[in-house]
């Protein structure tokens, strides 16, 4: 038996005795995690603004050390350490292959088929499409470790946002929301890309320092009525990048409106209630707004470079470290925005 | 005093003299017009769909000879044959220069000020930004008017759709739509950018006729309910080019469903009644949405180039030729559909 977290309804998550996963096709791996992560995406069924069914696993962010491989199992071996990404592809197809590997043929997620990460082990459908090796020098270092966990989610959505915003394009980015997604497109903006200028918008006076020093040049308060007026001024009519990192109407339509005409909007969470986005204005100023989920295992490998080199340390948005055992409270600091990010170590 | 056309209310549009225009501005031009159109989109306040004044001027696509220009003017002369691009820009600012003139810092549009385009004469502000010189070959050649009529508005539109939507990548693209936009973003798809296989996807034997004339390799009913899985099926998963050129949310749902993961949707008429389009999907897809306002100046000489080397008869899509004495009659052919696209000559 193992530790797993299971989902009983609004605000009610609970670590549970469960039976160990057992490889089940010949592409399997069995992996033991080793850091787990708390997403801001889990609190939308935790709070029950999405449907979710009572029983099912949670989690879908890990890194650890695999088990177990079955019989066709290529690219990695028991005692390797491993990131896996948040979605599952065959790393075969035609999407996997040009890099979009959550349009896999085959693809699927964590916590479908009782397989969430939040545990201290789960059955890697497609282990070679979906693992990438970790790095040796950040096997066992606790800071490159953080940031590896990162690389599962929300560096990977943060970067893919910066990146299919063009801000290799060198002008200036604007960033929507300082949740750990919106500080890891600052990062990816102003430290991969390094874009000429990054502004970001957010409300929390905390998690702007850490823009400031992932490289965010200029920092906004999104409940400031003036901000949209300070963005154009400062950008001369608009910025030819946004990021949209929140996902409501409100941080929609302020993407929008800071938009440069012929820029590009991307917005990298699942979209909640945002009823009428404002065609009218990426019609009139011919923008592109472009979609969101991040193909994470295409951006494993170059991350981790650029981790290990130093260049980044997106772990920083883990502010707060729990063991497993305590995975309600995780929640629940998330859920009261006392911490951004929960970093989640089972063996503690 | 001169003919022009005058909105008095849902279907009702008179021509009636009123003062000859004059120069106002160093900068401007007036220009006799020689061919004038009427567009889909004027059929929008004709119905009553969107509001307009009563008493304003209609019109905002024309070709003419110049008679009279201001004293800074520089690029055009008196006797010149010019053609007119839908929106009214400098040529000087960041946003002409880059081809952008839609966004133009001192752009306008026609009809804005008593200077509608079906009339016998116009007063061009900007002459130098705003009109481009006719072809030598086009002037008295009365098939290649017509094709220099389109580049007012439509056959730019349509190229600037199928331009944006990726069509010069290669693959296949889908035109949602058989109005005169969509037939030319056919025409532009197939012929200008020799995308690999243009599917046309609209209701009206006819006008898929003309489609398939303008390059279509297929031609599909909108009307019928298995369309999005053959379009599925004959692309293995959706195209990743795709034009919606009707603009009401059936339409946009079609486009979005057909393309393929990572690929374009560009909308190029000004969205109506779209309340929500399928962000879900955009954001899961990894699609870009593009509107869509086409900078016509900035296409008008390479399509003139085209239209002069034979490789495209844009103005095909007139099929009713009619003189502005009878605008009123040109508004309701179009408005019951019997037309396509109604070409207006002042001096019929």
Redesign the interface.
């Known amino acids: 038996m193992m530790k797993a977290t299971v989902y009983h309804g609004t605000r009610d998550v609970r670590l549970e005795s469960v039976p160990d996963p057992k490889l089940r096709e010949a592409t399997d791996a069995i992996v033991r995690v080793t850091r787990a992560a708390i997403c801001g995406s889990d609190l939308w069924f935790y709070r029950g603004v999405v449907e979710r069914e009572p029983g099912e696993r949670t989690g879908h962010e890990f890194i650890g050390i695999v088990e177990e491989v079955g019989a066709a199992v290529r690219t990695v071996k028991p005692g390797d350490a491993v990131i896996a990404p948040f979605a599952i592809g065959d790393g075969t197809c035609a999407?996997c292959l040009?890099g979009?590997q959550?349009?896999c043929e085959h693809g699927s997620f964590w916590g479908d088929d009782a397989n969430g990460a939040q545990a201290e082990l789960v059955r890697v459908p497609y282990a070679d499409g979906t693992l990438a090796v970790m790095h040796e020098a950040m096997r066992d270092n606790d800071e490159l470790l953080a940031d590896a966990a990162t690389l599962c989610d929300v560096m990977a959505t943060g970067h893919h946002g910066a990146t299919?915003a063009g801000a290799g394009n060198g002008g200036t980015v604007i960033v929507v929301g300082d949740g750990a997604v919106g500080l890891c497109a600052v990062l990816s903006a102003a430290r991969v890309h390094r874009a000429e200028r990054v502004i970001a918008v957010g409300h929390n006076a905390a998690r702007l320092r850490i823009a400031a020093d992932f490289g965010a040049n200029d920092c906004l308060d999104s409940h400031d009525p003036q901000t949209l007026d300070r963005l154009l001024e400062m950008t001369k009519g608009g910025a030819p990048s946004i990021v949209e990192a929140v996902g409501n109407e409100e941080s929609f339509n302020l993407a929008i409106a800071a938009a440069r005409?012929?820029g590009?909007v991307t917005?990298v969470g699942?979209?909640h209630n945002?009823?009428?986005?404002d065609?009218?204005s990426?019609?009139?100023?011919?923008?592109?707004?472009?979609?969101?989920?991040a193909?994470a295992r295409a951006y494993i490998e170059p991350l981790m470079a650029a981790c290990v080199a130093g260049q980044i340390h997106p772990g920083r948005v883990f502010d707060r470290r729990i063991s497993l055992e305590h995975v309600a409270e995780g929640y629940a600091v998330m859920d009261q925005r006392s911490a951004i990010k929960v970093l989640l170590n089972p063996g503690a």
Not at 274 to 277: D, Q, S
Not at 282 to 293: A, E, M, T, V, Y
Request: aromatic share 10%.
């Open positions: 999407y040009q979009l959550t349009s299919t005409p012929g590009t917005f699942v979209p945002v009823k009428l986005p065609l009218r990426i019609f009139l100023k011919n923008l592109s707004l472009r979609g969101g989920l193909p």
